[in-house]
């Protein structure tokens, strides 16, 4: 068995608007809060669309693994700004629950309907360690596919809108599946 890329997507934040537009038929009806979680959904909708997995997914057939660097500590940052500005009225309820590394996966979870594992992974520089643990989950058979990937820091003087975030993931499955989905096959390097 060998776990091969039959999806994979690159979307910075600058793009987000573009990214909507080809992601309208995909994505459901949802309110985004925060421009990562924003990010983050529509980035797999349009891997999950463009691989040609059924959305929504409604089964434990894919599992997700997110990768989340100091990006997440963005949305702590808007939440408390708002505390220190306005005091305790200044507290978000709506954006509180964003606050945590996990909320990114549930919100991709909840979107597509993906019951498999969802985990993050704190990284630094590369999603590197998250795709090797996808690979060795597909490995030991504890999923049939996965989504790994992750959200990146680009440039902290940026802003949003000229790129500050990166989104990458990777749609990988075992060979035998992929060929049986007639998936294109982007890499065979994970020997």
């Given at each position: 068995?060998?776990?091969?890329?039959?999806?994979m997507?690159?979307i910075s934040?600058d793009?987000?608007e573009?990214a909507m537009?080809?992601a309208?038929?995909?994505?459901r009806q949802m309110?985004?809060?925060?421009?990562?979680?924003?990010?983050?959904?529509?980035?797999?909708?349009?891997?999950?669309?463009e691989?040609?997995i059924?959305i929504p997914v409604?089964n434990?057939?894919?599992?997700?693994?997110?990768?989340?660097?100091d990006?997440v500590?963005?949305?702590?940052?808007e939440?408390?700004?708002?505390?220190?500005?306005?005091?305790?009225l200044g507290?978000?309820?709506?954006?509180?629950p964003y606050t945590?590394?996990n909320?990114?996966?549930a919100?991709?979870?909840?979107?597509?309907?993906?019951?498999g594992?969802?985990?993050t992974?704190?990284i630094k520089?590369?999603?590197?360690?998250?795709?090797?643990?996808?690979?060795e989950?597909i490995d030991?058979k504890?999923?049939?596919m996965?989504?790994?990937?992750?959200?990146?820091l680009?440039d902290k003087?940026?802003?949003?809108?000229d790129?500050r975030y990166m989104?990458?993931?990777f749609l990988l499955?075992?060979?035998g599946?992929?060929e049986k989905?007639g998936?294109k096959?982007?890499?065979?390097?994970?020997e």
């Open positions: 068995m060998r776990p091969v890329i039959t999806g997507i690159k934040s793009d987000i573009y537009t080809r309208k038929d995909i994505v309110r985004f809060v925060n421009s990562l979680v924003q990010l983050t959904v529509v980035s797999i909708g349009i891997l999950l669309d691989a040609k059924n409604g434990n057939d894919i599992s997700l693994f997110l990768g989340v660097d990006s500590e963005d949305i702590k940052d939440y408390f700004n708002g505390i220190l500005k306005e005091g305790v507290a978000s309820p709506l954006l509180f945590t590394p909320s990114l996966a919100q991709v979870t909840i979107a597509f309907d993906i019951r594992e969802s985990i992974v704190p520089n590369t999603h590197r360690n998250v795709m090797e643990y996808a690979v989950c030991g504890y999923t049939s996965a989504i790994a990937g992750g959200i990146r680009k003087n940026l802003t949003i809108k790129g989104a990458e993931f499955e075992e060979v599946n992929a989905r998936s096959i982007y890499n065979y390097s994970w």
